[in-house]
Every structure is written in C-alpha cells, then in structure tokens.
C-alpha cells in the first residue's frame, strides 16, 4: 500500500469509528438534525485537509472540540441572525407607520380641498374616487360626457396639487 492509500484508510478508519458521535453531538447541540450532519461534515473535511497534522492518539479529542467550536459558532450565527431579522421587522413597521402618517396628512388635505369644489367638479370627483364608477358610468349619471368628466377630474386634481404644494411650503 502507499502513502496516499494508508492516509486513505486510515482517515476512513477514523471516520467509521467518531462519526456516529461526533454527529449525536452535534444535533444535540445544534437542536436540528441536518445542521449538526452539516457541522460534522465540515468538521471532516477539515481533518482531511490536515489529516497528517493530527495526533493520532488525540483524533477523538480534537475531532469532538472541533465539533463543539462549530456548533457554538452556529449557534451564535443564529442569534446574530435573529437579532438582524428583529431589527429589519421593526424598521418596517416604524416605515409603515410612518408611511401611513404621511398618507393620512395627505388624503386629509385632499379632502380638504375636494370639500371646497364647486359643482359639479365635487360630484364628479365623489362618484369617481370616493364611489369608484368610471368615466363613462360618471358621465351617465350626471348626463354629460366623458370628455367633460375627464375635464372637472383634471380641474380637481390641478387645484388639490397646487393646495398640497402651498400647504407644504
């Protein structure tokens, strides 16, 4: 046999004899099945690369700290990531409530100014955004045309963005 092939077995040896452990302790650990295999699996694939650096006598021992490093190292990834996942939750609800604010002070002076059109423009603008009829359906109602629908929306929404843009300067 030569050296490349007796590193082989041998590695194949310890492997048999510490795997089963190593990944008993591992899920302990970690408290998931697949992420203590995980663990061990890097764990091996680390004594690989430095197989010829291992004591012999001291593989189980070395391979069971490696192990255990490992999960804690996870385990701490974990809160970590927990942490970030807390944090970008409540950056969203206080960008929601913030948004819902800012949403709220602009459809109050919408209203505002859409309380103070004349008719029929009030009309028109209630049985389009407030009733949700279209154009066509607004028009029938009130016995003119669309055109002229098109016209009072274009009037109404003229006035509320110069009021808005006073309000704000």
């Known amino acids: 046999m030569d050296n490349e092939e007796n590193k082989i077995e041998l590695f194949r040896r310890m492997f048999c004899e510490h795997y089963p452990r190593l990944v008993r302790l591992a899920v302990q650990l970690t408290g998931d099945d697949e992420e203590g295999r995980d663990v061990v699996s890097?764990?091996?694939?680390?004594?690989?690369?430095?197989?010829?650096?291992?004591?012999?006598?001291?593989?189980?021992?070395?391979?069971?700290?490696?192990?255990?490093n490992a999960c804690l190292n996870r385990l701490k990834h974990r809160g970590v990531e927990s942490r970030h996942a807390a944090l970008m939750a409540e950056s969203c609800r206080m960008a929601t409530e913030a948004d819902m604010v800012e949403r709220e002070r602009l459809l109050r002076q919408v209203e505002a100014v859409a309380g103070r059109l004349e008719e029929?423009?009030?009309?028109?603008?209630?049985?389009?955004?407030?009733?949700?009829?279209?154009?066509?359906?607004?028009?029938?109602?009130?016995?003119?045309?669309?055109?002229?629908?098109?016209?009072?929306?274009r009037k109404a929404l003229r006035m509320m963005r110069e009021e808005?843009?006073?309000?704000?300067?």
């Open 164 to 169: 808005i843009k006073i309000q704000e300067d």
């Open 42 to 68: 890097d764990v091996m694939e680390t004594a690989w690369r430095n197989f010829g650096g291992i004591d012999t006598a001291r593989q189980g021992t070395w391979l069971r700290t490696c192990v255990y």
């Open 120 to 153: 029929p423009t009030r009309t028109v603008i209630r049985l389009c955004y407030y009733e949700h009829n279209t154009y066509s359906q607004t028009a029938a109602r009130l016995g003119i045309s669309p055109e002229t629908v098109k016209k009072h929306i």
